[in-house]
Nanobody, 124 residues
């Protein structure tokens, strides 16, 4: 089984910074894309940023210039550096791993996985 464990959320004042981390584990051979999504109360989950295995990145317009996504393929870990945070960034942030290839006693399997979410609150 594959697990994605997020960390780094919390309460921060407007204009502040936070760094989220998400580590994937579980007999993983490779991961295609890794990304961050967020869901605010009463709203749909939305893409924040995504990074391919080769390092190609894509961001939501609302976070361009303020957030930076990166990954460490050797550690199966993705990061989200968030700066100049605004109250509207408040949400539960979820990590997602797409195209996870893993080895099991039954063979090689591919799948997509979500983390459990970490709360980010931007408030004075």
């Amino acid at each position: 089984q594959v697990q994605l464990v997020e960390s780094g959320g919390g309460l921060v004042q407007p204009g502040g910074s936070l760094r989220l981390s998400c580590a994937a584990s579980g007999s993983i051979l490779s991961i295609n894309a890794m990304g961050w999504y967020r869901q605010a109360p009463g709203k749909q989950r939305e893409l924040v940023a995504v990074i391919s295995r080769s390092g190609y990145t894509n961001y939501a317009d609302s976070v361009k210039g303020r957030f930076t996504i990166s990954r460490d393929n050797a550690k199966n870990t993705v990061y989200l550096q968030m700066s100049s945070l605004k109250p509207e960034d408040t949400a539960v942030y979820y990590c997602k791993a797409d195209g996870v290839t893993r080895a099991t006693s039954g063979g090689i399997y591919d799948g997509d996985y979500w983390g459990q979410g970490t709360q980010v609150t931007v408030s004075s």
